[in-house]
T-cell receptor, first 114, second 114 residues
């Protein structure tokens, strides 16, 4: 089966600009996750969707980050405006409903904010 | 609160020798435990998970991990290391709820020398 797709793979922007990332999960996966991975650290969950509803967005900086999952399939994550500290890899993952189910990760988008 | 600790930033092993990457966790309740591997410029790849039952879990690429409830540990092991095992390894924990978040450790860089 096809894996989790993400685009773009790389993005370079200047601070205060806006940027958007796209994720297409594995077909049939109800849950979708966005993670931020800063260099040298483990991934940190930003937001978790179950179908098209938000389950957890407690660590999403809502003043600048937003995410949506229309129709319970694809998702976009937006940053507006970007700050230097947003430089990181943004990972999308998907999985089935149960907590025991494995999360499958996309290749990530590497964002550099200058 | 859930937490995961990977006490070693780096582990160095000679090819052919056994390897261990350590992980300890703290949760209230029974955990689901996962190991992922990350190669450069790639997303995380699933290696293995503990859900219930046998404490010794076997996974991909000859890796295994042992769940030890009394020591709250889930160390990753392999009997004979390969140079191609060199990568970044992440331990993760989740409690038994589909709404719970998965918490990742900070990662351990495994370096296998020929």
């Amino acid at each position: 089966e096809a894996g989790v797709a993400q685009s773009p793979r790389y993005k370079i922007i200047e601070k205060r600009q806006s940027v958007a990332f796209w994720c297409n999960p594995i077909s049939g996966h109800a849950t979708l996750y966005w993670y931020q991975q800063i260099l040298g650290q483990g991934p940190k969950l930003l937001i978790q969707f179950q179908n098209n509803g938000v389950v957890d967005d407690s660590q999403l900086p809502k003043d600048r980050f937003s995410a949506e999952r229309l129709k319970g399939v694809d998702s976009t994550l937006k940053i507006q405006p970007a700050k230097l500290e947003d430089s990181a890899v943004y990972l999308c993952a998907s999985g089935r409903l149960a907590a025991a189910d494995t999360q499958y990760f996309g290749p990530g988008t590497r964002l550099t904010v200058l | 609160a859930q937490s995961v600790a990977q006490p070693e930033d780096q582990v160095n092993v000679a090819e052919g020798n056994p390897l261990t990457v350590k992980c300890t966790y703290s949760v209230s309740g029974n955990p689901y435990l996962f190991w992922y591997v990350q190669y450069p410029n790639r997303g995380l790849q699933f290696l293995l998970k503990y859900i219930t039952g046998d404490n010794l879990v076997k996974g991909s690429y000859g890796f295994e991990a042992e769940f030890n409830k009394s020591q709250t540990s889930f160390h990753l092991k392999k009997p004979s290391a390969l140079v191609s095992d060199s990568a970044l390894y992440f331990c993760a924990v989740r409690v038994h709820s589909s709404a719970s978040k998965i918490i990742f450790g900070s990662g351990t860089r495994l370096s296998i020398r020929p």
